[in-house]
């Protein structure tokens, strides 16, 4: 049975490194105070209260999304500048860069009924001229609310980094990225993940 790492915000960074390397991601707890956490969640849900739901499956026909948070949101530029996921993104990225950027911010909430969102790597966005060795990105997702199964965990492959192309994952290698507010889903361009299904109503 597949398991995603849970490690503490005190975490060494050749301890996290390490785990990125095997599985290409990990979450670590605790990262954000209590006060980010309700700031985050006053900051963002004036625009998440007036989106409309997505219009396809990828979407999800249940599931909100807002970009351009660091517009919208002081909280959110907090986050982006945290001194822990860019001393992360420097060792991680630094082999194959000569630097890296922000490529872009977006809150999700999902909804009631909504479907799994297909296993997929996010390196795709950059088409497929650059070597599976080189790794184009690194991605976190922060928990301002519980990260259950039942209410759409993001799904993740833990090891999937090192799979040929177009081997699917069995039931057995998903798991859900259960985490609770404050904590940080940490993950490579190459790793599977998904948002999950609910079955809370």
Same mark, same amino acid.
């Given at each position: 049975?597949?398991?995603?790492?849970?490690?503490?915000?005190?975490? !060494?960074?050749?301890? /996290? $490194?390490?785990?990125?390397?095997?599985? +290409?991601? #990990?979450?670590?707890?605790?990262?954000?105070? @209590?006060?980010?956490?309700?700031?985050?969640?006053?900051?963002?849900?004036?625009?998440? !209260?007036?989106?409309?739901?997505?219009?396809?499956?990828? %979407?999800?026909?249940?599931?909100?999304? /807002?970009?351009?948070?660091?517009?919208?949101?002081?909280? %959110?530029?907090?986050?982006?500048?945290?001194?822990? /996921?860019?001393? #992360?993104?420097?060792?991680?990225? $630094?082999?194959?860069?000569?630097?890296?950027?922000?490529?872009?911010?977006?809150? @999700?909430?999902?909804?009631?009924?909504?479907?799994?969102?297909?296993?997929?790597?996010?390196?795709?966005?950059?088409?497929?001229?650059?070597?599976?060795?080189?790794?184009?990105?690194?991605? @976190?997702?922060?928990?301002?609310?519980?990260?259950?199964?039942?209410?759409?965990?993001?799904?993740?492959?833990?090891?999937?980094?090192?799979?040929?192309?177009?081997?699917? +994952?069995?039931?057995?290698? /998903?798991? !859900?990225?259960?985490?609770?507010?404050? !904590?940080?889903?940490?993950? %490579? $361009?190459?790793?599977?993940?998904?948002?999950?299904? @609910?079955?809370?109503?």
């Amino acid at each position: 049975m597949a398991a995603l790492i849970t490690l503490s915000a005190n975490a !060494s960074m050749d301890e /996290i $490194g390490a785990i990125l390397d095997r599985d +290409a991601a #990990l979450i670590i707890e605790n990262v954000l105070s @209590t006060d980010q956490l309700f700031n985050l969640e006053n900051e963002l849900d004036p625009y998440l !209260s007036k989106t409309d739901r997505g219009q396809n499956e990828f %979407s999800g026909f249940q599931t909100q999304r /807002i970009g351009a948070l660091i517009a919208r949101s002081a909280t %959110s530029r907090e986050l982006a500048l945290h001194p822990l /996921i860019n001393e #992360l993104c420097s060792q991680f990225l $630094g082999p194959h860069a000569d630097g890296y950027q922000l490529h872009f911010t977006q809150a @999700t909430s999902i909804g009631p009924g909504e479907t799994a969102q297909v296993l997929h790597r996010d390196r795709g966005l950059w088409g497929g001229y650059i070597p599976r060795r080189i790794e184009t990105q690194l991605s @976190t997702i922060w928990a301002i609310s519980e990260f259950t199964k039942e209410n759409g965990a993001t799904q993740v492959v833990p090891g999937s980094h090192t799979w040929e192309k177009n081997r699917q +994952a069995e039931v057995h290698e /998903i798991v !859900s990225a259960d985490m609770k507010p404050g !904590s940080v889903l940490i993950y %490579s $361009g190459t790793v599977m993940h998904g948002g999950g299904r @609910t079955t809370q109503s």
